[in-house]
């Protein structure tokens, strides 16, 4: 058995810590996501969503408790290799594209990978495959300015998937379209999930996408709950 790709034990986190206006969000949480597979976060605004996915995204560190990615525990390292983990073993999506607005699509794929070592002429390769696997190859050199919100956001997936990551974590990534481009966008990111076996955790008020997702797991007053 290989290990799990994400294993989050006894994850706490509170804001504010000893004020009187602490806010104690994540009280032990532990989630187990197997290779491959694609899991639906839900819960009510407010949760703790976002809070659980920039943890194990390594965006944000924990109170106590273990985040370990594909058997590697990433407590206690420096920042600089925290730095590395992320850009190398971990894809972002959020619910707004945060592309860059002064780079094409095409570039907004490439930086990532230029960043991580890659050779430019192999980084516009991968981004062309990538933008064309979701349908949008024809828009590889519009700023995001010119794109739609829908396309923006598929931009947003090939970018998060642009280093070949072992994780990917969604908050919300279809949170801002509208309902049937809602929907498109959604099945053009299982499919690329799917495509390259990668895991997912995508946290969704939208229980119908839930739903097409392997397993759901609620978020309810700081720990994980039966759905
Ligand atoms: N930097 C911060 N300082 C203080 N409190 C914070 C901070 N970030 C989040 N919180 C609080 O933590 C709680 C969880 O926030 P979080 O953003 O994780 O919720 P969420 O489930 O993602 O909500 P939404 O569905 O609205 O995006 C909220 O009560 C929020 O006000
Ligand atoms: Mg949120």
């Known amino acids: 058995m290989s290990d799990p790709v ?52 390594l965006l944000d560190l924990p109170d106590a408790g273990a985040v370990v990615i594909a058997g590697e525990d990433m407590t206690g390292l420096s920042d600089a290799r925290r730095t590395a983990a992320r850009r190398e073993d971990v894809g972002f999506i959020y619910q707004f594209h945060h592309l860059l607005p002064e780079f094409t699509a095409a570039e907004n794929i490439v930086l990532p990978q230029l960043a991580k070592g890659t050779a430019r002429a192999a980084a516009e390769t991968r981004a062309q495959a990538l933008l064309a696997e979701v349908g949008i190859a024809e828009r590889a050199s519009h700023r ?65 996408l839930a739903a097409r997702m392997d397993r759901q797991i609620r978020l309810d007053a700081g720990l994980i709950v039966p759905v």
């Open 6 to 57: 994400l294993n989050l034990k006894g994850v706490t986190k509170s804001y504010n810590a000893g004020q009187p206006n602490e806010v104690s969000v994540l009280r032990g949480i532990d989630v187990t996501l197997a290779v491959g597979e694609v899991v639906a976060l839900v819960a009510p605004s407010g949760a703790g969503k976002s809070t659980l996915l920039h943890i194990a995204g």
């Open 144 to 208: 995001p300015a010119a794109l739609s919100g829908g396309e923006q956001q598929r931009v947003a997936f090939c970018r998060a998937l642009a280093n070949a990551p072992k994780l990917l974590l969604a908050d919300e990534p279809t949170g801002n379209l509208d309902p049937a481009t809602s929907d498109q966008v959604f099945e053009a990111l299982m499919a690329l999930v799917r495509s390259t076996g990668l895991s997912a955790l995508i946290a969704t008020h939208n229980l119908d």
